[in-house]
């Protein structure tokens, strides 16, 4: 059993390196030369221009209907000895050729060797961390911006997908080659998340994939407020996140409840939870409350804050004259995400 084995897989791979124009010549002549000795043997009917390609296809890839077939002996034994034969053996090997290419591509796709360059609008997730990351993927899927777009999962570990349902997959040696980030998308992708296994690796790695993605958004993970700042005082714009374990522990030791507010806050797939929205700049300035009103009588939405002009600065729970002007960013808690497009900024003005 085993050398059947052993043949069938060289018989494969010699298959899968033919190349498809070869194949195709080869089928060429043998169709050209099955009908003329077809026509030879005084097969007319088989023989004409308009049964010839049917009835070859079916008996190649013995279908066998019946409508047609051979009518003297002569006839019979060329479709016995030289039809089917050779028919059946180019049908196998078109479909070994493919079934090998498919195959290849499972397996690059499974190992991370493929290019998603070509990809835009999507999130990149740098680094794995087992069910922390699939935790941070499934979290992602739950909101439907980001669930539209494709996820790439990019590591440095020797594994394959571990999501092959969910993510698109690349894998390399390090985050600081650009080969490996290009090939993720991270030049084109609407976000990049960046969860490396250090703070210096995931500063190296933010330096990185600013230079190859300077105006979208990045986050990273870092463990120290130190790491934070350093990485916030080179790049303004990259968003940072911490590890808040310590301070959840006692910030619901003082208030009790407080944790399970924040979960609900962060959770996408239950209840309200926080969402971020850019005003137009056609938007006429107005104050605070008079939006935050707004927002809750019409949409049932609550604000919490606002960044003035997009920029890193956050005022949460700010004064209601403080004025709110096209450009700014509002924050604000609702069941689903609100449509921009389907807002009515002439509204908020009629809203006293």
């Known amino acids: 059993m085993p050398i059947f084995v052993k043949l069938f897989s060289e018989l494969r ?57 051979p009518e003297t002996l002569a006839g019979r034994w060329v479709i016995a000895l030289w ?9 196998a090997a ?16 499974m190992r991370g060797r493929t290019d998603y360059s070509d990809l835009s609008g999507h999130t990149v997730v740098l680094g794995y961390h087992g069910e922390a990351t699939e935790l941070m993927v499934d979290k992602l899927l739950e909101d439907d911006a980001t669930r539209r777009a494709e996820i790439v999962l990019c590591v440095v570990k020797d594994i394959e997908n571990p999501m092959p349902d969910k993510v698109k997959f690349v894998r390399g040696d390090s985050f600081a080659q650009p080969s ?17 296994e250090s703070d210096e690796q995931a500063l190296a790695t933010a330096f990185s994939v600013w ?36 301070e959840m522990l006692v910030r619901s030791a003082q208030d009790p409840g407080v944790s399970k507010i924040v979960n609900e806050l962060l959770s996408v797939s239950r209840g309200p939870t926080q969402y971020r929205l850019q005003l137009p700049e056609t938007f006429k300035e107005q104050p605070f409350g008079q939006l935050m009103n707004w927002f809750k009588t019409k949409h049932d939405a609550t604000l919490l804050g606002v960044s003035k002009g997009g920029r890193d ?30 807002l009515n900024w002439t509204e908020t003005e009629e809203v006293a």
């Open 13 to 69: 791979v010699r298959v899968v390196q033919v190349s498809w124009a070869f194949l195709f010549a080869i089928f060429l002549v043998h169709m050209l030369s099955s009908w003329a000795l077809v026509a030879l043997a005084g097969e007319a009917s088989i023989a004409d221009a308009d049964v010839w390609v049917y009835f070859y296809i079916v008996t190649a890839t013995t279908v066998g209907y019946g409508d047609f077939s």
């Open 83 to 91: 039809v089917i034969p050779g028919g059946i053996a180019l049908f």
């Open 94 to 109: 078109l479909i070994g050729k493919t079934t090998g290419i498919l195959v290849d591509f499972w397996r690059r796709s």
């Open 180 to 196: 490996l980030l290009q090939r993720a998308g991270v030049a084109t992708a609407n976000s990049v998340l960046i969860y490396a």
């Open 211 to 246: 230079a190859l993605n300077p105006v979208g958004h990045v986050v990273v993970h870092c463990e120290a407020e130190e790491s934070a700042n350093l990485l916030k005082a080179h790049f303004p714009r990259i968003e940072c996140t911490q590890g808040m374990a310590i």
């Open 313 to 342: 600065e956050f005022q949460l729970n700010p004064p209601v004259a403080l004025p709110v002007a096209g450009g700014d960013v509002l924050y604000y808690m609702a069941s689903a995400r609100i449509d921009p497009a389907a």
